[in-house]
């Protein structure tokens, strides 16, 4: 059963960073690529990033490009966001989510999904 | 990289059946698009993956019958038969793109749906 916990969010003033986590479970993590989505609150999702399986590929969303920063440690089993330059338009509750599938040389989708953890840019 | 346009909003009576669309902009025809089911206050839940020909794969963890989906033109549909309370969520669509070494994956504005 695979299990994911987002961790890190909280309030932050414009301009700052912030790290968060992504605790998983119930697969064997270090063989799956790693989506990273938002909600802003009240509207869609988007799509952030995503980290292949073996962590040297990694693609962004233009709106967070040059910002933000997605790793993986598979020791930990742990996915991470480090979030620069935060802006109030950053605002969102954070999921991760596992690709469905390993060793994939490309992403494919989110599958399964966390249960988010929510970010506010605020003065 | 296509755009996914979703109608905001839809409501059906408990026993009967909805269906959602998202329609893919032109030029998008071939493409392959994934239908998750939000439920309030919850994380997204994948449902399954319709391309031109029908469904790709297999559906999302139990995910029941009541729900299929269909691909025509630009139009990728999911359907909902005998709709449930539980059904009651923001049902929203993605699609990946890419081109060359490049990788997007890209939502539609999702659609509530209300059962009355």
């Known amino acids: 059963q695979v299990h994911l916990v987002e961790s890190g969010g909280g309030v932050v003033p414009p301009g700052r960073s912030l790290r968060l986590s992504c605790a998983a479970s119930?697969?064997?993590?270090?063989?799956?690529?790693m989506h990273w989505v938002r909600q802003a609150p009240g509207k869609g999702l988007e799509w952030v990033a995503v980290?292949?399986?073996?962590?040297?590929?990694?693609y962004y969303a233009d709106s967070v490009k040059g910002r933000f920063t997605v790793s993986r440690d598979d020791s930990r089993n742990t996915l991470y966001l480090q979030m620069n330059s935060l802006r109030a338009e950053d605002t969102a509750v954070y999921y991760c989510?596992?690709?469905?599938?390993?060793?994939?040389?490309?992403?494919?989708?989110?599958?399964?999904w966390g249960q988010g953890t929510l970010v506010s840019v605020s003065s | 990289q296509p755009v996914l346009t979703q109608p905001p909003s839809t409501s059906a009576s408990l026993g009967a059946s909805v269906t959602l669309t998202c329609t893919l902009s032109?030029?998008?025809?071939?493409?392959?698009v994934d239908w998750y089911q939000q439920r309030p206050g919850k994380g997204p839940r994948f449902v399954m993956r319709v391309g031109p020909g029908g469904i790709v794969g297999s559906k999302g963890d139990g995910i029941p019958d009541r729900f299929s989906v269909l691909g025509s033109g630009l139009n990728r549909y999911l359907t909902i038969k005998n709709i449930q309370d539980e059904d009651e969520s923001d049902y929203h669509c993605g699609a990946d793109y890419g081109s060359g070494s490049n990788f997007v994956y890209v939502f539609g504005a999702g659609t509530k749906v209300t059962v009355l």
């Open positions: 980290i292949l399986y073996d962590g040297n590929n990694q």
């Open positions: 989510a596992k690709d469905p599938l390993w060793f994939a040389d490309r992403p494919e989708y989110p599958q399964h």
């Open positions: 032109s030029g998008y025809d071939d493409y392959k």
């Open positions: 119930g697969f064997t993590f270090s063989s799956f690529g």
